[in-house]
């Protein structure tokens, strides 16, 4: 059952080929015998998902059953979830329990999905190799010795090795699509505002925005239909209608105008990566797409000026994180100040207090305008870049990031060799537009990414696209040998 | 004042809190006085995930002053965080607007004791959200504090003056106008007791004559206009002291304490905090339709300048009293209640103005919460205009009224005291009088004719005392001399 797409899922439930109490003891057994070999899933609410199940059942049963009833997903832990710890992948919220749902878990809860529990990610989503949550590292099911890529490394492993058909995830500057990418599965990073930011976990508040991971874009594409919504609790969120993106997967994608910008195929990127995503590349050109070679001249200013933002907003957003009204406070402050310093200094990990520093810094009077005002300058400019290709063509295709995924530790110690892996991803935040990953290829026995660049809202254009693509290829059908039960040990 | 050869220089920063019923970027209630962090939401205490939404009645209520004080209203404005940590700040910084206010430029005029007036710029006003409060007294022990977050998320707007004010007087009178504004355009319930308006006063002193401004001190947090003026008047003392000894004043925000009258100081400049202001990602600008400003124009209620003109013209009251009586919209709907349930502007304004508003401040009572309601002194003032009771008894049935014993009439019933003006009762009781102090009528027949009308006045007070008081005096004046002139 693990290996069947959520599209059959949700087929076999409705011609009651299985229950969703067997799918979901089926799915609670595989995480119970082989989370402990990836660490992707750190809350497993093996009660509620049962309850879940079994009342979704009942609905499948009376025949009034919403579109996802009686589906397994597993939600990031940065998504608050009412009466479950939501910790973000940090000590300063391992004793959290919100009183409220996000946006996003209300919408899945209201189309009958099942919730199994909450994935591992980087701490408050800052990295891109999972390997900064107080949670311990998340292994890539691939190379036991990699990293899944981050921050949502946790939801990527648990897809790709079929603890969950699907789950939730989040990507400030890359983190959807280079955890899809080094996993081998399929991820969509919605349009800015597409997705309400109601209750999950703010890091840059400009940037996030919350998106789907499966193995399949057809899957991504029925997942972010339940997903999407314009939300009143969001300011951000844009009032659009959301189409039902499932339904335009099976257009023909003859005459359609690829962008490949040329800064996405430069020094730095591995021959094999290359390869593989020109290979893809040349696949759409098979199926009637048309290449057109296009410049975004500011790419290489996007990670600097992402690192000035996204810190800058990160150091605002985090210091609610005090001690004073809920999360982790220090023991025995002998003053206000030391209950201050303590609870940071101990809650927070050294990554987040690396960006907080760099985002007060940046922020600071005198540091201002050479910092913050002329990294939103630049994201202007990045902005402008890409209002210019679209207006030449339809979506932009390039690798997703630059090599698979890397061993633990390899990055460690270098924090910008670590920011540079999202060189690819992190100008579509920038720029507010949706970006996708889905497998190409292998590389050293690992996934390869190819990222799809869409205009704004042009969601079912890029899920059409990749269908496609999967249609005619297996890359999407690959599993890791480790995924079958003891195989790891 | 003319201190010594000192000019004083003041800027004011003045705090109000808008009415709405809900807080600016949360549902939860705005009400004032409910137990601690009752009126506090997820979105109030910061929780993880969550959003501000902004209240759109509190951009109604901040564009409503800008036109009351005829000031430029932004068609764009923008919120930014204002970063700093202290607990009652509970998402560690707080949402404001700075580069991009939403009232731009305006202008108040001020009336000052001997009838002058002055206009006062003001620079801009912003809308931002207050902080909630730390305790550290009552049940709180020396190692702990507590923590109230009910106010946390009330909107407010910020009003900054341009340093136009010379002395106390006219610090004291421009408060009090935005006073009188914000509280008849109805966007603030103005109870300072409750701190609905708070004053940060930024006070400097110059040589006279000299055009360079002093360096300033700002005295933070003053909820009342008593003690406003106590803290200028103190800092002017204490800033001009200081350079006439050789010192300097330095850059400082101090605090003063209006109830042990102590002044200290918070922190120096070199102590401030840098806020590190950027944009708040969460909230879009706020953008200005020329519709809704047309339509808060037209529905704007009568502003104050407005209204004393009009009491002066339409109840016949002098400017002053016109422009004490104008200057809120509580005191003006209770004066206009009044007046029309006894159709007598005149006493109506005396009374407001005397007894009433020196029982209100003796007991530091807003005329909203007067126990004499509007109709009760309307009642009163019918039974003085119709003679019942003399000006002496109102005082007392006014007292009464203040007490709860009911209404004027009740009262003047319940104790008796009702104007004798029978006038079968009262020719008895002259002539009980003249029979009873012949002496008396001797004297007044034998007097000049000139020296009489003086002589009346001991026949009045005898015939007052028999009457306990009651007898109508303008009648009896009349019977006296009647039956006087008969024995003449």
Not at chain 1, 378 to 387: A, K, S
Not at chain 1, 403 to 415: H, L, N, R, V, W
Not at chain 2, 212 to 221: A, D, H, Q, S, V
Not at chain 2, 263 to 292: H, Q
Request: with cysteine; charged share 20%; hydrophobic share 40%.
């Amino acid at each position: 059952m693990h290996n069947l797409t959520i599209a059959e899922l949700v087929a076999g439930l409705r011609s009651k080929t299985f229950t969703s109490v067997e799918l979901t003891q089926h799915f609670l057994a595989r995480i119970a015998n082989l989370n402990a070999d990836y660490n992707a899933v750190i809350t497993v609410t093996a009660e509620q998902a049962l309850a879940a199940a079994a009342a979704a059942d009942k609905r499948l049963a009376a025949g009034n059953a919403p579109a996802l009833c009686g589906v397994p997903m597993l939600h990031k832990d940065i998504f608050c979830t009412n009466g479950v710890r939501t910790s973000c992948g940090s000590k300063m919220l391992d004793n959290f329990v919100p009183p409220y749902d996000a946006t996003v878990v209300e919408n899945f809860a209201r189309d009958g999905a099942v919730i199994l529990g909450k994935t591992n990610m980087d701490e408050f989503a800052m990295g891109s190799s999972n390997e900064t949550s107080y949670y311990g590292p998340v292994k890539n099911p691939w190379a036991l010795d990699c990293v899944p890529g981050g921050s949502s490394g946790g939801s990527a492993a648990a897809v790709a090795a079929r603890l969950a058909p699907g789950a939730t995830a989040t990507d400030t500057g890359g983190s959807i699509r280079q955890p899809a990418a080094l996993c081998g599965i399929s991820g969509i990073k919605p349009t800015y505002g597409r997705v309400s930011r109601w209750g999950m976990i703010a890091f840059a508040s400009s940037l996030d925005q919350g998106g789907p991971m499966a193995r399949t874009a057809e899957d991504c594409a029925i997942m972010l239909s339940c997903m999407a919504s314009y939300d009143e609790k969001d300011s951000t969120s844009v009032d659009q209608p959301v189409p039902d993106y499932s339904s335009t997967l099976n257009r023909p994608i003859k005459g359609l105008k690829i962008g490949v910008p040329k800064e996405y195929f430069s020094e730095g990127l591995h021959p094999g990566t290359e390869a593989a995503v020109r290979q893809a590349l040349a696949d759409l050109v098979a199926q009637g797409a048309e290449l057109v070679d296009i410049s975004l001249p500011n790419s290489a200013l996007s990670v600097p000026a992402y690192y000035v933002i996204a810190p800058a907003e990160a150091s605002a957003n985090l210091s609610r994180f005090d001690g004073v009204r809920y999360g982790y406070r220090c023991d025995e402050p002998k003053d206000l100040q030391d209950m201050y310093c303590r609870t940071r200094g101990e809650g927070f990990g050294e990554e987040v207090q690396r960006r907080i520093l760099i985002g007060t810094y940046c922020l600071s009077a005198g540091y201002y305008d050479a910092y913050y005002g002329k990294a939103q300058q630049v994201r202007q400019l990045i902005q402008q870049d890409f209002t210019r290709a679209f207006a030449q063509v339809d979506v932009i295709m390039g690798p997703t990031c630059p090599s698979p995924a890397f061993k633990f530790g390899s990055k460690g110690d270098d924090p910008v060799a670590m920011y540079l892996e999202d060189i690819y991803t992190i100008a579509t935040n920038l720029a507010g537009l949706p970006g996708m990953s889905i497998p190409c290829g292998m590389v050293e026995d690992k996934p390869v990414g190819l990222q799809i660049i869409g205009n704004y809202f042009d969601e079912a254009l890029m899920l059409n696209v990749a269908h496609q693509f999967q249609q005619a290829t297996d890359w999407h059908n690959l599993a890791p040998a480790s995924i079958q039960q003891g195989a790891a040990q | 004042m003319s201190h010594r050869g000192w000019e004083t220089v003041i800027g004011l920063e003045v705090h109000v809190q808008l009415a709405t019923k809900t807080k600016i970027f949360s549902g939860a209630s705005t009400a004032f006085g409910a137990e601690p962090n009752t009126q506090a939401c997820a979105i109030d205490l910061a929780m993880p995930g969550t959003l501000p939404v902004l209240n759109k009645q509190a951009v109604n209520y901040a564009i409503m002053f800008g036109l009351a004080i005829d000031a430029e209203i932004a068609r764009e404005s923008a919120f930014e965080r204002k970063n700093y940590f202290y607990p009652d700040l509970p998402k560690g910084y707080q949402t404001t607007q700075l580069e991009k206010p939403i009232v731009g430029r305006g202008n108040v005029e001020i009336q000052l004791a001997d009838g002058s007036k002055k206009s006062i710029r003001v620079h801009h006003a912003h809308l931002e959200e207050d902080a909630g409060k730390s305790l550290h007294e009552g049940n709180f022990s020396s190692n702990f504090s507590g923590i109230d977050l009910n106010r946390a998320g009330t909107p407010l707007i910020e009003i900054v003056s341009e340093p136009d004010m010379r002395n106390a007087e006219e610090a004291v009178a421009f408060a009090k106008k935005l006073h009188s504004i914000v509280t008849s355009i109805g966007i603030c319930d103005g109870e300072m007791s409750q701190g609905s308006m708070r004053f940060d006063v930024n006070v400097s002193v110059r040589p006279r004559g000299t055009t360079e401004l002093g360096t300033r001190t700002e005295t933070k947090n003053l909820n009342s206009f008593k003690f406003m003026e106590e803290a200028i008047a103190r800092e002017v003392e204490r800033q001009i002291d200081l350079i006439e000894d050789g010192g300097k004043v330095i850059q400082e925000t101090r605090l003063y304490n209006g109830d042990t009258k102590v002044a200290r100081s918070m922190r120096s400049k070199e102590e401030a905090n840098d806020y590190r202001y950027f944009p708040c990602p969460d909230l879009l600008p706020v953008i200005v339709s020329e519709e809704t400003i047309a339509e808060l124009r037209r529905t704007l209620p009568e502003l104050p300048d407005a209204r004393q003109a009009r009491f002066v013209a339409q109840y016949e009251l002098s400017d002053y009293d016109a422009g004490i009586l104008s200057s809120d919209a509580a005191t003006a709907h209770y004066f206009e209640t009044v007046v029309s349930h006894s159709n007598n502007a005149k006493l109506a304004a005396n009374w407001i103005m005397g007894e009433l508003s020196a029982r209100l401040n003796s007991q530091d009572l807003s005329v909203a919460k007067s126990p004499v309601s509007a109709e009760q002194l309307a009642g009163l003032i019918a039974r003085i205009s119709d003679s019942s009771i003399s000006g002496k008894m109102a005082k007392d049935v006014f007292e009464g009224m203040w007490a709860g014993q009911g209404s004027a009439d009740d009262i003047i019933e319940a104790r008796g005291l009702k104007q004798v003006s029978d006038s079968g009762a009262l020719e008895k009781i002259v002539a009980d009088v003249l029979a009873a102090n012949p002496a008396m009528v001797e004297d007044y027949i034998n007097s000049d004719e000139s020296k009489r009308g003086k002589k009346l006045g001991g026949f009045m007070g005898k015939i007052m005392q028999a009457s306990k008081g009651q007898a109508n005096p303008q009648q009896v004046n009349q019977l006296l001399l009647q039956k006087l002139n008969t024995l003449l």
